[in-house]
């Protein structure tokens, strides 16, 4: 049973967008030459995305509508520090820039919310099924599953847990990662392998407090 694919990776709940909307580049420079209609299809695009970072991160639904707003408002002051690529990773960048601030200043421990990953609606896909439960004991199961995994990550370091949420839940590639969070591509894969060996190694520490159905079989 490997942690990332199986247990806390999800897809993204990306807005689909029109075969002929302007991509982020195009409305990036719109916005630069004065068209703010042009940055509020850009929020409106990202704004899921940017919430769900942010709230998996801190776990407080305040902090994370703060850190969201905080997060646009910074980029279109930034704008002219935009110079191409991946807007999506850019604008990760901030918000997990946003997200580190709060913690310093809260000096607390964030939370990432799995139960709210694997049962929200609006997630396309759960961490454990590619569709939802339909049987009320299997409901249960992911519920009981869910608290435990919520305690585990929350003891990854916080660059631990910020890597394993764009990649394992936003599905952001390691390229994006190293941008998002201004590191070489080779400590976003250390980050993320560590915190799923970490997630792992607590997972078995507790296994018997986990439904049987979730336990890791021994590999003797």
């Given at each position: ?29 719109a916005?630069?030459?004065g ?28 902090a ?35 997200c ?21 609606p ?42 394993l ?56």
């Open positions: 049973m490997l942690v990332g694919g199986a247990l806390v990776a999800a897809l993204s709940a990306a807005v689909p967008q029109p075969a002929n909307a302007p991509s982020d580049d195009e409305l990036v420079d916005t630069r030459h068209d703010r209609t042009a940055f509020n299809r850009l929020v409106g695009r990202y704004q899921g995305l940017a919430y769900n970072v942010a709230y998996r991160v801190l776990h407080d639904t305040d994370a509508a703060d850190t969201t707003q905080e997060a646009f408002l910074a980029a279109y002051r930034r704008l002219d520090q935009y110079h191409g690529g991946s807007f999506k990773a850019w604008l990760a960048r901030i918000v997990t820039n946003q580190y601030d709060w913690l310093r200043y809260q000096k607390r421990r964030p939370a990432t919310s799995l139960e709210a990953l694997l049962l929200t609006d997630d396309p896909a759960t961490a454990l099924q590619h569709q939802a439960p339909d049987r009320p004991d299997e409901i249960f199961l992911q519920q009981e599953l869910a608290g435990w995994l919520q305690n585990v990550i929350e003891q990854l370091p916080p660059d631990q847990r910020v890597t949420v764009l990649s394992d839940i936003q599905g952001f590639s390691y390229e994006e990662i190293a941008q998002a969070t201004d590191v070489e591509l080779g400590t976003v894969k250390s980050r993320l392998s560590r915190a799923r060996r970490r997630v792992r190694d607590l997972l078995q520490t507790h296994a018997e407090l986990l439904p049987a159905k979730y336990r890791f079989e021994s590999d003797g």
